[in-house]
Structure formats: C-alpha cells, structure tokens
C-alpha cells in the first residue's frame, strides 16, 4: 500500500497500478496534489509502467484530466507508458467529445490492461 | 418563465469560491430529481464556466467579482456567469480536437459546454456566458 493523499498505488510485476482517492475529482487543492503525487510515479531512469484504475471514479473535472494529460506526456517522454481502465460510462463520453481517447490508451478491466502491458 | 429556485449572487475571485458554487448547483439538482446524466453534464458545463470566468476572466483578481446566476423549474435549469473581465471571441478559442492541440491542457471548456448544455451564449464582448439545460432533453 502507498502513503499518498490522493492517490492509492499497488504493485503487480513491473506495474504501479494507481486508483484515486476521490470519487468526484474535482477540489483544486487536491487536484493540485493529485499531479503532484502522479507525477512522482514517473521514474526517469527507470521508464516505468502506470495504470490508472478509474473504477472508484464518478467525476473528473477539467483540471484532474489535465492530470493525466501531463503524466501521460511525461511518461512518454521518458519511454514509459500510461494505461486507463474501468473508466466510467460519463467520463468516458468526456474523453470521447474531447478526443483524448485517441491520446490515452484505455482498457475496459484491469486484467485487459494488464494483458495488454504482458504484450 | 416561472422559477422555483434562483441563486444570485456575486463570489469573489478565488477558486474555493467557485468550488463552492458548483457544489451548491450540483446538490441542488440531485435533491430535485434530476437525471444522474444530465448533472453530469451541468458540473462539467458550469466547472468550465465558472472556472474559467475566475481564472481567464477576473485573472484571479480577488478585487473582482464573478456574478452567477442559477434558476431552476420543473423542466429547465438557467445559468448566466458574467466576469469582470475584458471577455474573449469564442470563435478565437482553437479546436481543441485538432491533432495539434489534443495534448495540451487548455481550451476543452467551450466544447464540453456545448455538448451537455442544451444552448450556450455568450454576449458581445464575451465576458457573460447563458446556458440552457431541458430535464427532459
């Protein structure tokens, strides 16, 4: 288990599974120390795997999407990866009217994205 | 129209007082029945733009008010957020779907309003924005 605010995290092989805290992400303080915590996930020395488990989750403000946005980029851009999943039915349209279901790479389940990661 | 609920009143630039204000919305509508979706789409729709009235707007200028406006009935839900600032040109705002501006972390709020609100307004100078939401739409 993590001792972060925000954000619960877990470990499965190579693999930092993340969950939110927050069911509505949508206070500025704790968005603000939810990219912060993120943001710590990301190894550059060591590109790491993260996947954002969003089950818990049944709003995401602008802001937190930003989020993921900024960890997404910077896993990139150190070789890493970001997968989403059990993204819920509402903030899935959000992703959808955005597009940024073409910049995320999103799993239905857990264990999809986790196969997905195996390759 | 007739109105069985109305909020009006002028927050102060701080993002806590938006927070706020939404909540308020927010609670509102699902203590009045309304569908789980469509709330959904009001908190999107009014994050936006309240937020953006805050930030862009009244630049986070605490000696700068936001004035909300919010009445509901029956069937429709109202919303009129004016800042104080020097407005925008909606049409100016890029597409925030383009390819070249997928990853950035702005510009999201126009769009989002305009897919859940049922009408989105803003007035000449651009610093008002009125939306419009049906229960039943």
Known sequence: ?119 | MQWAWTYDEKIASRVQAGVDVIRTLIEHLESSGWPPKHVFGVHMSMEEAVMNAIKHGNQRDESKQVHVIMKTNEESLYIKVTDQGDGFRPADVPDCTADENLEKTSGRGLLLMKNYMDSVQYNEKGNSVEMIKTKSN
């Open chain 1, 1 to 119: 288990m993590s001792e972060f605010e925000s954000i619960t995290t877990s470990q499965i092989d190579d693999i930092t599974i993340v969950s939110f805290n927050d069911h509505k992400v949508m206070d500025p303080a704790r968005i603000q120390i939810l990219g912060e915590e993120l943001l710590s996930l990301v190894d550059p020395k060591d590109p790491s795997k993260i996947l954002i488990n969003l089950d818990n989750v049944r709003f995401l403000s602008s802001a937190a999407i930003n989020k993921l946005i900024v960890i997404d980029k910077r896993l990139k851009s150190v070789g890493g990866s970001l997968k989403l999943c059990a993204v819920s039915s509402q903030v899935s349209e959000v992703f959808a009217i955005t597009h940024l279901d073409s910049v995320f790479e999103i799993c239905n389940s857990q264990r999809d994205a986790l196969e997905s990661f195996a390759g």
